[in-house]
């Protein structure tokens, strides 16, 4: 049997954290291993604790999620440390800029307690979790602001063959290497094979990457995210 994933939750809010402790610690397979109220307890935390993944709040006050994604993603000690992001609501103008910090993707806090357990395991499992419509409507949002140049998507993506860009599609609209797999009529190690091939070509950390890479690019349509 597999050790639990050790969780830690990062929200300002002291009822919040209570709320998701009691739903976290009664699954058999994680274990809360503690709760930090600012993004820069949150760090400290992560790297006393040995925590799995955190679950971060994206407005925390001394440091923020975002900023706290950062150091945690930037800390070679920490590199096996996934984070899922929470926010208040789905079109948080955030969420991009954290999924660039290093969050491996994001939940809105009125989610259903099942859905928050499943969420912890998709991202403790590495894959990313990504709301399809409010991932897009999102990048959608940053592509527009011209302070933030896009990448040459295009010629990212002449290095991908044409399944790897069908997998690419797929990996951008939320879809887990099962579901892939599913979709094109593959066996879910080839399936992960492809993704792992497309993270290589792109140089992406992640696939929350991946998922900003297919939209930028335009593989992926903001507008017509399905």
């Known amino acids: 049997m597999n050790a639990p994933v050790r969780v830690l939750l990062a929200d300002d809010q002291a009822l919040v954290r209570a709320a998701f402790a009691l739903l976290v610690d009664s699954a058999p397979d994680m274990t809360v291993v503690g709760q930090a109220a600012t993004g820069r307890e949150a760090v400290r935390l992560a790297r006393e604790a040995r925590a799995d993944l955190v679950v971060m709040d994206i407005r925390m006050p001394d440091l923020d999620g975002i900023e706290a994604t950062r150091l945690l993603a930037a800390d070679e000690d920490l590199a096996g440390v996934r984070v899922l992001m929470l926010t208040t609501y789905d079109t948080d103008e955030h969420v991009v800029e954290a999924l660039r910090a290093g969050a491996s993707g994001f939940l ?22 990504l709301s399809p419509g409010p991932t897009a409507r999102l990048i959608a949002r940053v592509l527009r602001a011209p302070e933030i140049p896009a990448p040459d998507g295009d010629g990212c993506l002449e290095q991908l063959s044409p399944r790897e860009r069908q997998v690419l599609t797929l990996v951008a609209r939320g879809l887990t290497n099962t579901e892939i797999a599913d979709t094109l009529g593959l066996s879910p190690l080839t399936a992960k094979t492809h993704v792992s091939r497309i993270m290589g070509k792109l140089a992406a950390r992640d696939r929350a990457q991946l998922v900003i ?3 930028e690019s335009g593989l992926v349509a903001p507008s017509n995210p399905s």
């Open 213 to 215: 890479l297919a939209y």
């Open 108 to 129: 809105v806090k009125d989610t259903r307690p099942a859905e928050l357990l499943d969420a912890i395991r998709t991202v403790a499992a590495g894959e990313a979790l």
